[in-house]
């Protein structure tokens, strides 16, 4: 098998199981916006693609049109806006998995919190705490226990979300330009 890929059958059996022992990563995954989580597809026979980028959801919605041995590269993209569009614009630090190494229940438990803490951070910025709220819980489709497990880690991303936010803006607010009432270019 190649790298990077995994066939539609192991995929459906891991994301059943995967909703199974550990639902509440698949439901925010399956909530996941295309740009942090997505998955793509490939014929077996000559590798033409056969999917573009789709949600989660959007791949269980047309599962059953893939054939069992066609491939998939299911990718996750917890890099900061700032990473994303400055330092990494190519994609190289782009989290694509692997069938052999990543499709565990525990690998997914080690990159849900990764998301969390990403996906914790990039509501801060937009001026919103994700919080585990009535309304996540329906979008998402979460249970009591579900929601009893994520609130914590939310709160703990939140926090830490915060913290980076209020460091960034130290750091800003005492640039000499910064604090000038006047147009920064006027001196020059």
């Known amino acids: 098998m190649k790298d990077n890929i995994v066939t539609t059958d ?3 059996a891991f994301l059943d199981e995967l909703r199974c022992c550990k639902h509440y990563i698949f439901a925010m995954l399956k909530d996941a916006d295309i740009t942090d989580f997505y998955i793509f597809g490939r014929s ?6 056969i999917a573009d980028d789709m949600t989660l959801a959007q791949f269980l919605a047309r599962s059953r049109n893939f054939k069992a041995d066609d491939v998939f590269t299911v990718c996750f993209d917890i890099r900061s806006k700032y ?4 330092i990494d614009p190519d994609k190289v630090n782009l989290i694509a998995l692997d069938e052999a ?3 565990s229940v525990e690998e997914f438990e080690r990159l849900f919190e990764a998301y969390v803490c990403y996906l914790c951070e990039k509501c801060a910025r937009k001026g919103d705490l994700l919080r585990v709220s009535s309304e996540l819980v329906m979008r998402c489709d979460l249970t009591p226990g579900d929601a009893e497990i994520l609130a914590p880690m939310v709160e703990r991303y939140n926090e830490r979300a915060v913290d980076i936010l209020r460091k960034e803006y ?3 607010k ?3 330009f ?5 147009d920064p270019r006027a001196d020059m």
């Open 101 to 103: 190494d990543d499709f």
């Open 44 to 49: 077996s026979r000559g590798g033409d693609a």
């Open 178 to 182: 910064i604090n000038r009432c006047s």
């Open 10 to 12: 192991r995929l459906i």
């Open 170 to 172: 130290d750091a800003l």
């Open 83 to 86: 990473e994303r569009e400055y």
């Open 174 to 176: 005492d640039l000499p």
